[in-house]
């Protein structure tokens, strides 16, 4: 099956700076685009393409190579599922003939670099399912940054709605775009005066109540599934997101050894980047001793690569297997609607709050920071008060 090839070269073989040429083929049809990157022979490695040496101009150069490698693919992925023969000429003509970088599809995936050199895989893969849905939009057009008005994400909103997204899909969509537009706005590469997102929705509708009465979790605690394995860290995982006030699952598969300090759990919340410490209750202790032989790295058998890029592409295999043998447990357990990754996070909240605990003590326990007042809250807050209010918890369960 015919694939496009990038190959990356510079213009000419005289020492005076050159600029950085992409050569796209694919099948019989070759053609280059010039990019506004210059360097001489002596900073250029041709056959590894990288830059050998850095001046402050070529400072970003490989970050800018990565997205724009990573963009031309992803336009002729486009043009060849919607038919299109001319795949070369036609990539170079939605990439941008007269090469700048004032394309937003350009600079979204230069977000999306940066977020993935910075450890914020979440939110790179949100930018990137983003980016996938606006190419589409576009055909494949790198539209430039300028021409993010209120009318065309009026119309990508639109869009969205014709292709049967629900209200809180679209506002995901948004929500990334806008957050991309707002840093393009941040770098002064376009005007604040503009409010192209004023007249879409981009809040988050209530869904379907997650939360289980704390009956459901007793059930759980007292399934046995001993002889079967796959099961029995699924429901050790889930009963340990209840423990530990709700860690979300990408925060428990990337729990390392060293994240046992003095009889707490230190982590950094990958949606915030918050630390959070919660104390290792017996009930804590007896899940994480059941699998202390398994990994010299991490704390469950969920992930195998000490490399977070790889590591985070397991976990999203390990989410999906989670989350089917959470669904295997609701059966077994004849519950109605299926237990989910998200469930005990929100059913540790709904018992704290049942239990007469104040809701900016929960915020804190839950590591919210996105409220003012649970900001306020959160360093005025003595931990042994959350520390307290999740033991409360696990009593009313367990005794």
């Known amino acids: 099956m015919k694939r496009l090839e990038i190959k990356i070269k510079l213009s000419g073989k005289s020492s005076t700076l050159k600029h950085l040429l992409y050569q796209l083929s694919y099948g019989n049809s070759t053609s280059s685009i010039k990019t506004d990157m210059m360097l001489s022979p002596d900073e250029w490695d ?22 724009d490698v990573q963009l031309l693919y ?45 450890g914020r895989m979440g939110t790179a893969n949100n930018y990137l399912h983003t980016l996938y849905s606006f190419l589409g939009f576009t055909d494949g057009y790198n539209i430039s940054l300028g021409s ?23 506002s995901f969509y948004m929500r990334n775009l806008r957050a991309v537009y707002n840093k393009a706005v941040g770098q002064g590469l376009l005007s604040n005066n503009n409010h192209p997102f004023v007249s879409v929705y981009t809040g988050v509708d209530n869904t379907r109540k997650r939360a289980v009465k704390q009956s459901v979790i007793s059930l759980l605690y007292k399934l046995d599934v001993f002889g079967n394995y796959n099961l029995q860290l699924a429901k050790d995982i889930f009963l340990f997101s209840y423990f530990t006030r709700g860690m979300s699952f990408v925060d428990i598969a990337f729990l390392k050894r060293t994240s046992l300090k003095n009889g707490y759990i230190s982590y950094y919340r990958h949606k915030t980047g918050q630390l959070l410490n919660v104390k290792i209750e017996p009930a804590i202790q007896n899940i994480l001793e059941r699998y202390s032989e398994n990994s010299r790295y991490y704390l469950f058998p969920i992930l195998v690569s000490a490399n977070y890029v790889k590591a985070y592409d397991e976990y999203k295999v390990a989410i999906n297997r989670y989350n089917r043998n959470l669904k295997i447990l609701s059966v077994k357990l004849n519950l109605e609607a299926p237990l989910t990754s998200y469930v005990a996070r929100h059913s540790w909240a709904t018992t704290a709050r049942d239990s007469n605990i104040p809701i900016y003590v929960i915020s804190a326990a839950l590591g919210h920071t996105s409220e003012k007042t649970t900001r306020i809250y959160l360093s005025e807050i003595d931990n042994r008060i959350v520390d307290d209010a999740n033991r409360l918890v696990m009593d009313s369960l367990l005794n």
């Open 46 to 67: 041709g056959s590894a393409a990288i830059v050998k040496s850095y001046r402050s101009e070529t400072a970003h150069y490989e970050e800018y190579i990565r997205a």
């Open 74 to 118: 992803k336009i002729a992925s486009h043009l060849k599922l919607t038919g299109h023969t001319d795949v070369v000429g036609e990539c170079i003509r939605r990439f941008g003939k007269e090469y700048n970088r004032s394309g937003f599809l350009s600079f979204m995936m230069i977000q999306i670099e940066q977020m993935k050199s910075l």
């Open 148 to 170: 993010i008005s209120e009318a065309l994400v009026a119309k990508y909103s639109q869009y969205l709605v014709q292709k049967g997204l629900k209200r809180n899909s679209i």
